[in-house]
């Protein structure tokens, strides 16, 4: 058995140091160790986008990184991005323009909605299909999730409050 390495990562405003074995994923360490299981592993090759979280401001793939990768970083969960009653404008938007079906790739959908629209508050309808080109619905022809993202993009160049 490998030896264990020490790592230090902030999840979701919240310090956490464990030891992990060097080859743990970042997205089982999430999932089973912190317990925050709403970061779904879909497919373990890095295909379906179900398991996007955002490290260091920018949407990863929690399948491909190992989480002795992700020591000394901040990584935000779905679970860390908005709350009950203060959704962020993209859950919000996958809630009003009904952009989901089996909820399987919803997280991994928000978070890479939310990486866009920090990148590009304005994408047309090409740039967000664009940005989740990496994430795979089976449910859906994906029209509903172009319309909450644009939803939330609406809110957050608005400057409206996720609550009001």
């Known amino acids: 058995m490998a030896e264990k390495v020490r790592i230090s990562v902030n999840v979701n405003g919240v310090q956490y140091e464990h030891e992990v074995e060097p080859r743990q994923l970042l997205v089982y360490y999430l999932r089973e160790t912190l317990g925050l299981t709403g970061t779904h592993v879909g497919c373990d ?5 179900a398991c996007a979280v955002d490290v260091d401001g920018r949407a990863v793939k929690s399948c ?4 002795v990768q992700a020591d000394g970083s901040r990584v935000t969960t779905i679970e860390g991005l908005g709350a009950v009653g203060n959704l962020h404008p ?10 989901l079906q089996c909820g399987f ?8 909605a939310a990486d866009l629209l ?10 967000i299909r664009h940005a989740l080109e990496g994430n795979l619905c089976r449910c859906t022809g994906y029209h509903n999730i172009v319309k ?16 009001d």
């Open 45 to 49: 090759t890095s295909q379906c986008g």
């Open 148 to 163: 909450a993202v644009q939803y939330a993009a609406q809110k957050m160049r608005s400057g409206v409050a996720a609550d």
């Open 118 to 127: 920090r990148r590009n508050p304005d994408p047309s309808e090409e740039e």
């Open 64 to 67: 491909t990184m190992f989480a």
């Open 105 to 112: 790739c919803t997280p991994g959908m928000i978070m890479a």
């Open 90 to 99: 993209v859950q919000e938007g996958f809630w009003e323009m009904h952009g």
